[in-house]
């Protein structure tokens, strides 16, 4: 179960992180650093939402948060790459991919929500023998252990879904958007489609 796609409002994303950081299997990071400055481990969801605030370089509001979540125990160390940057920054940072899982969380702009993902690298996408990757240094990462954390993580969210649009889930504080008029995508809305949004249960 390598990923999942969920409607979510911020009012969802702030309660599914406080589950996250409360059940302690991960380590949250962002994908990529600001300028000049390392990668934050967040340890507290004010922190990590706060980033929705902070403007992009051509001053567009953020739609969203791009999060790699390092499952503990799951292999030698997180990567961090630096590499250079033009135009007045000399460098960032981005987390990498073994032991990790994506995380990358939309909010409403303009009255559109686009889906939130979570995705994850398999196993057999590796070649990993027995689910183990050994890199050219000897380092071993065990991708059962990120696997398992992305099953955990997907039926976390789907659990808290209380509708679908199409085979996508719908947690509430997005299911309350899209009954105040809000579009699901470029496509859909209650006012282009007033079906579309099938409750679960």
């Given amino acids: 179960m390598p990923n999942c796609h969920w409607f979510g409002s911020i009012d969802d994303h702030e309660a599914l992180l406080q589950d996250i950081l409360q059940q302690g299997d991960v380590d949250i990071y962002e994908l990529y650093s ?15 939402l706060s980033e929705f605030n902070v403007p992009l370089d051509n001053g567009a509001i953020k739609p969203q948060l791009l999060l790699k979540l390092w499952a503990r125990g799951s292999g030698y160390e997180p990567t961090i790459t630096r590499f250079p940057l033009h135009g ?36 057999a996408h590796m070649g990993a023998k027995d689910g183990i990757f050994t890199n050219e240094d000897g380092e071993k990462w065990d991708l059962r252990q990120t696997n398992r954390y992305s099953s955990k993580l997907n039926r976390m969210i789907r659990k808290r879904a209380v509708a679908k649009l199409g085979s996508i889930s719908v947690l509430p504080g997005a299911a309350a958007l899209w009954h105040k008029g809000e579009r699901f995508g470029h496509h859909h809305s209650k006012a282009q489609a007033p079906d579309a949004l099938a409750p679960l249960g």
């Fill in 34 to 48: 600001n300028h000049d400055t390392p990668i934050r481990i967040f340890t507290n969801v004010d922190d990590i």
């Fill in 88 to 123: 007045g920054f000399s460098w960032r940072e981005r987390s990498g991919t073994l032991g990790f899982v994506q995380l990358y969380l939309e909010r409403e702009v303009a009255g559109q929500i686009k889906h939130s993902q979570t995705n994850t690298t398999t196993a």
